[in-house]
C-alpha cells in the first residue's frame, strides 16, 4: 500500500520528460513509472510537469537579527510556495553564523517552523579558522561559506594568508562570494557627487570579480581544496574557471536567475536600488555572454541569492541602500521562463542544475532525483499557462520581487515534501515540516 500515488504528470528528470506515475511510502519514493498499486492518498497531475524539489544552496533568511526582513518560516514559506523544497542558508546573520552555538540557535529556531528542508553554513572569519574543521561536520551544515570580499553583514576573509589556511583546514567545498575586497575598498573613492544605482557596476566593476576568482582558482590549486563559486556575473571570469578545470582544479559554480533576467543600465532605469545586488547586474554583453554559458553547460548549480532587504530600506538613496533582492519563490518558474523562451536550456537541464547537481556537490543524503529510494520531494508545475508575478503570490516578508509585473510560465502549484502534500493548488497544507538536511560525507570530491 503506497501512502501517496501522484499520476498522470510528465516527469523531469535530467535524462528527459515522461509521462509517468510517481509512488510514494515513507517519505520515499518507490516506484516512478506506470504504477498501479492502490494507495491511501491520490494526486492527479494531468497536465502538470513534476520536477524534482528545488535544492536552492544559496538564501538568505535574516533570523537571527534581522527579522524584520525575514525569518526562517516566512523565507522557508516563500521557498514551498515556489517549488523550493531545501534551502540553504548563508551565515551573514547577526551574529554571524560562526560557531557551534549559533549554528545550534538556527537549528533550534528552525525546528518546528521551516516549511522546506534546511541546512545552515558556517561562515568562515579570521577568529574561527582553527574551529573550521570541527565546525564544517556538524550535523545541519553544508559547510564552510567565505565573503572574500564585503557584502551585507561584516563577514569577510580578505586576504590570500587567510583564505589559504580556511582551505588547508577544511575538507569540504567551500561556496565563495568571490569579490576583491583591496579593490572594493579602492573603488569606494570613485563615486560621484549625486550617486544613483547606476553606479554600483561601475564600483563593484567587472575587474572586482575577475580578481577574486582568479586568486581563489590559484588558492584551490595549491591547495587542492574545492570550491564553488557563487553568483557568477561576468564574461571574464568564464575563461578562467574553465582554464583552471582542464588544469585539474576542482571547482563548480553557480549562476543566479537574476543575473540572466536583468541587464545594466535597462534595470537601474526601471527598479533603481532595487536591482543593487552584489556581485551586480551588469551589461548585456555580460548576460548574454552567461546565456551562452550556460547553453554549454558551464554552470553546476542554479541558486537564488535571495537577499531580501525591506523597501524602507530600499528606499535610502544609492549608496545606503542595502545590496540583494529575494528571489527563493521564483527561481524555478525564472528558469523554465528562460528555458522556453530563450531556448539555451530545457527542462532536464532545470532538473539537473536545482536538484541533482546541489545534491551531488554537497553530498546531501537522499535527495536530488526523482528515482527510488530518494526523498519524495516534488515541485509540480503548470507549463501551459502564463502568468503575471503579482505582490499578492509573494511570501517573502520584504514583500517585493524585481520580477512583479513580469510575465511567467511555470507557476508552481503543488510541492511534495517528504511524500507529503505540502502545498496544493497553491495553498499551503498543515503545519510547517521542514526537516535538517543530511549529508553523506564520502569522497571530498563528488563532482
Ligand atoms: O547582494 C547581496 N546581498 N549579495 C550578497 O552576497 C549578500 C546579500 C545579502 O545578504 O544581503
New binding site residues.
Partial sequence: MLDLLIHGGKIVTPDGVARGDIGIRDGQIVAVGEVNDPASETLDATGLHIFPGVIDTQV?FREPGMEHKEDIESGTRAALHGGVTTIFE?P?TNPATTTAEALQDKLNRAAGRAWVDYAFFVGAATDNIDQLAELEVLPGTPGVKIFVGS???SLLVPDDDHIRRVFEATRYRTPI?SEDHPRLEERKALISEHPTAHEHPFLRDVECARLATERVLKLSAETGHPIHILHLSTADELPLIAAAKREGVDVTTEITPQHLWFSAPDCYDRLGTYAQ??PPLRSNYHRLELMQALGHGFFDVIGS?H?P?TREEKDHPYPKS???MPGVQTLLPVMITIALRDKVIDLPTIAKMTSMRPAQIYGIRDKGLIAPGYDADLAIVDLDHDWVVEASWLQSKCGWSPYTGETLKGKPVHTILRGRVALRDGERQGAASGQVVEFDRGPVSAV
Fill in positions: 538568505h548563508m551573514n557584502s551585507t553583514g562570494h545586488m552584489n541569492d537577499a532587504h542595502p545590496s540583494g
